[in-house]
């Protein structure tokens, strides 16, 4: 459908129930909403589905829908069209990126892996899909370990882009992995003075950390995972007070599991009293009724880059479910 021009300026009726509308919508188009944890809470109260990466991918690979909503960022959405080719995949804002993914140009990439001729190259889900075409399997925060235990002990291993996971995976596994130097906008920056801070004020309160985060930060936490291995700790955890580090979007999905419990958001090392993903933080309610209205804007993909991205995807999704994750 042609979108008539500047239509995301439109000014939609302040009568409207967000909310009911777009329940409409994805009823009457067979659409569904999938959901990172990262989103802003309404747009998670509206989503069929909520979800870290991994989760988010699988639930993507079985979905009927005719239409797939993906409430999250570009690289995420992308997954979602490489494992759904024939169905329409519209993402709220096309602007939502990421800084990671962005750290990692294809051109560079292409060379370093060339420096490397026998190394494995795993890389993280937040990556283009250029990128995962340059990789041999993909993994997440959910599965990253997994995978780099499957590999022979003396498999030479590349892992892209992120530094911080792979640090955290080379300690973990003893693997000497050759990191790419790519890093997340939103983990990098926490404070390690005022989580120092925070802690002595909140002596109770257990530290729960992303592997995204650096490993000075990563050395003071009680419990390190992903976004839904964290969510899964604050629920079977006996602690009443928790420090998050990581995107404060996941506070919603803890404080609506274990309402009793406390969790305070750890502090950036700026003036913001959290720590939102500006990409993420792009996508609104009011972006996903126009999207759903007008199937816009769609997420179109090279056939080609699209069929090369995949196996690497699909190689992480048989081995997530041999893991049984
Ligand atoms: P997970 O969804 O694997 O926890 O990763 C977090 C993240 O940074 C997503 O952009
Ligand atoms: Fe990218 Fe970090 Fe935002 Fe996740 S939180 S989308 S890794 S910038």
Redesign the pocket.
Known sequence: MELEKGFLQKKIDPALDLFEEINYLKKKKNAVILAHY?QDADIQDIADYIGDSLGLAQEAQKTSSEIILFAG?HFMAETAKILNPNKKVLIPDLKAG????DSCPPDRFAAFKKDHPDHIVITYI?CTAEIKALSDIICTSSNAVHIVESLAKDQKIIFAPDKNLGAYINKKTGRNMVLWDGS????EIFSLEKLTKLKIQNPNAEIIAHP?CESNILELADFIGSTTALLNYTKRSTSKEFIVLT?TGILHQMQKSCPDKTFIPAPPNNNCACND?P??KLNTLEKIYIALKYEQPELIMDEKLLNEAKKPILKMLELSAKFGL
């Open positions: 990262y960022v990421c800084s990671l993914a937040n997340c906008m939103v983990h995204e995107e993903c990409h993420m």
